[in-house]
């Protein structure tokens, strides 16, 4: 699907009171959802435009900076972990922290959803994939925006390598939790360059334990050796986080406000104000 002229769309930030979608008097319009379909037979994965949820609350995690006297924003995101536009949010989330981390501090949680669930383990190849399901020439274009995106970033984005299951690195991801949530999002930047900017197959299991290794996960390779570990964990992330959104990334900020797509930082900022108000 081709993005609308982006000069068309502006933000909307929803805020959840009593289960009931209000919207605060931003005087934003609001976008339809955005459906991308990209980088999977089932994706939903959210450009730069956002949509909106119902929400409800829920606990959080990852501490990114230390001060009592500093309001907490907390925030929850769920993810996939071949979203582009996953790495996109998170990178700009990032930097939206760096804006403010003297004046707030940040609690951070990864949670799984699943582009396309059907997937196979021993993956197919990207450029394969990408022919098939959309064709030569479309194909190139959808790469080459992507390509464009992760520039912007200071990244170059490999269409190298294979792309299928990410029910493991979810597993991991979910246990990595276990051992802090720090570790976690360590887990999380290190699959995304794994996936995006190394070529490489996440759905491996030694790319995988690699990972786990390089950031400090213990136990890993028990895990992801045995299939049938994590999964009651990712099973629940996915009922409590995932069930009720049709896209990624999404955030949910302080159990209230919500932001879908690779936002800019800009927008994360004015969420972090109103969830502070």
């Not at 979608?21 to 005087?27: F, G, P, T």
């Not at 520039?151 to 299951?165: I, P, Q």
Request: glycine share 8%.
């Amino acid at each position: 699907m081709d993005d609308p002229s982006p000069e068309l769309w502006v933000p909307v930030i929803c805020k959840n009171e009593a289960s009931k979608l209000v919207y605060d008097d931003l005087h934003f319009k609001i976008p339809r959802l955005i459906i991308r379909e990209d980088f999977g037979s089932l994706l939903l994965c959210l450009g730069s435009h956002s949509s909106f949820i119902p929400a409800e609350e829920y606990p959080m995690a990852y501490k990114a900076v230390d001060s009592t006297s500093k309001k907490l924003i907390q925030i929850d995101i769920s993810s996939d972990t071949v979203c582009p536009w996953c790495f996109v949010g998170k990178k700009n989330l990032e930097k939206a922290i760096s804006l403010v981390n003297e004046q707030y501090n940040f609690e951070v949680r990864w949670h799984p959803f699943f582009l396309n669930p059907n997937a196979p383990k021993e993956g197919i190849k990207k450029s394969d994939y990408y022919k098939e399901k959309f064709g030569a020439s479309k194909s190139e274009l959808i790469l080459s925006r992507m390509k464009e995106v992760f520039r912007g970033l200071g990244f170059e984005y490999d269409t190298a390598g294979l792309t299928g299951s990410t029910l493991d690195s979810h597993r991991l991801i979910s246990f990595a939790a276990g051992q802090g949530y720090g570790k976690q999002n360590e887990l999380v930047e290190e699959l995304f360059q794994n996936y995006f900017v190394q070529g490489k197959y996440i759905g491996d299991n030694q790319v995988l334990l690699d990972a786990a290794n390089k950031v400090g996960i213990e136990r890993a390779a028990e895990l992801i050796n045995d299939p049938s570990k994590g999964l009651k964990e990712v099973n629940e992330e996915l009922q409590t986080y995932s069930s009720h959104i049709t896209g990624v990334p999404h955030f949910l900020i302080n159990g209230s406000y919500q932001l879908s797509g690779g936002q800019p930082p800009e927008v994360f900022l004015r969420a972090f104000e109103l969830a502070c108000k």
